[in-house]
């Protein structure tokens, strides 16, 4: 398998605009993880899927922030309109149901969001 | 105060080194306990995991578990320059909460030749 895959690897955009980062989970993994990452937070969870269906978004900053999956090999983040405080690099993870529920997430290379 | 606490660094030894890398928590219904390496630009990689408390080693690797202080820890043994990553704590109950992890912010790691 190809790893989870996230696209742009890079981008760059103007305040106010909209900005959609994708995620393409480890086919088989029933979760997925969307996680922003700064120096000054380090790694924060925004929201988890399992078998498609949100099931945390208490991580999600405001109301700007919405994502969604609509099957199980695709999942979308969109900032719309997007600020500098924006800025960070946003990881896609996905994860199987273990034994125990599971202790792995495998990540993504992450996108490197920057809002001017 | 968060929920798993890890001291930023930086940290920098030089080769040959033993390095202690270490969490504390709060939360007593932790059972997982994980440590992620992650390479500058890249995405964290599950380095090791341990299940309650207790020691677990691989290569050079060492994790020890102590519930009763609520603390983990790190140990890297001959530590090389290719160990230069950040590395963060994980963790999460036995049940519950899906696969959710809870992470520390990371300890950057730089060993020096």
């Known amino acids: 398998d190809a790893g989870v895959i996230q696209s742009p690897r890079h981008e760059v955009t103007e305040m106010g605009q909209e900005v959609t980062l994708r995620c393409k989970p480890i086919s088989g993994h029933d979760y997925l993880f969307w996680y922003r990452q700064t120096m000054m937070r380090g790694l924060e969870l925004l929201i988890y899927f399992n078998n498609n269906v949100p099931i945390d978004d208490s991580g999600m900053p405001e109301d700007r922030f919405s994502a969604k999956m609509p099957n199980a090999s695709f999942s979308t983040l969109k900032i719309q309109p997007s600020e500098p405080r924006d800025s960070a690099v946003y990881f896609c993870?996905?994860?199987?149901?273990?034994?125990?529920?599971?202790?792995?997430?495998?990540f993504g290379p992450g996108t490197r969001l920057t809002v001017t | 105060q968060k929920e798993v606490e890890q001291d930023p660094g930086p940290l920098s030894v030089p080769e040959g080194a033993i390095v202690s890398l270490n969490c504390t928590y709060s939360n007593s219904a932790f059972q997982y306990f994980m440590w992620y390496r992650q390479y500058s630009r890249k995405g964290p990689e599950l380095l090791m995991y341990?299940?309650?408390?207790g020691n677990k080693e691989d290569g050079r690797f060492t994790a020890q578990v102590d519930k009763s202080s609520k603390y983990i820890s790190l140990f890297i043994r001959d530590s090389q320059p290719s160990d230069s990553a950040t590395y963060l704590c994980?963790?999460?109950?036995?049940?519950?909460?899906?696969?959710?992890?809870?992470f520390g912010t990371g300890t950057q790691l730089k060993v020096e030749l």
């Open positions: 994980a963790m999460r109950p036995y049940t519950g909460g899906g696969n959710k992890l809870t």
């Open positions: 993870a996905s994860s199987p149901t273990g034994l125990a529920g599971g202790y792995e997430q495998y």
């Open positions: 341990t299940y309650s408390s």
